[in-house]
């Protein structure tokens, strides 16, 4: 069992950062692939960003390549979402998710998911 809670979300301006952090309990957090995932209102839970259990591997959507960073501290039991460059598109509540499978941009493959954390960038 894994529980997550993100943090780190707010109202920027656009072109601003803002860094989320996810912090997940439990032991076996070095073996779960986890995943950044957004969803604005009226629209899909999409993925932003995952991370392999090791932080070898990583993937960014498209839209936020070269913005965001992904990164993880196993020994401190979190994830994190570097967003810089920010735009009023990515307003959204964003969730952190933990799969036990590898590496997947497919939502209904995570297994453990946040509460969410909002983000607005305002125009």
């Known amino acids: 069992q894994v529980q997550l809670v993100e943090s780190g979300g707010g109202l920027v301006e656009a072109g601003g950062s803002l860094r989320l952090s996810c912090a997940a309990s439990g032991r076996t957090f070095r073996r779960y692939a986890m995943g950044w995932f957004r969803q604005a209102p009226g629209k899909e839970r999409d993925v932003v960003a995952g991370?392999?259990?090791?932080?070898?591997?990583?993937y960014y959507a498209d839209s936020v390549k070269g913005r965001f960073t992904i990164s993880r501290d196993n020994a401190k039991n979190t994830v994190y979402l570097q967003m810089n460059s920010l735009k009023p598109e990515d307003t959204a509540v964003y969730y952190c998710a933990a799969t036990y499978t590898q590496l997947d941009v497919t939502p209904s493959r995570y297994d453990y998911w946040g509460q969410g954390t909002q983000v607005t960038v305002s125009s």
């Open positions: 991370i392999s259990w090791s932080g070898g591997g990583t």
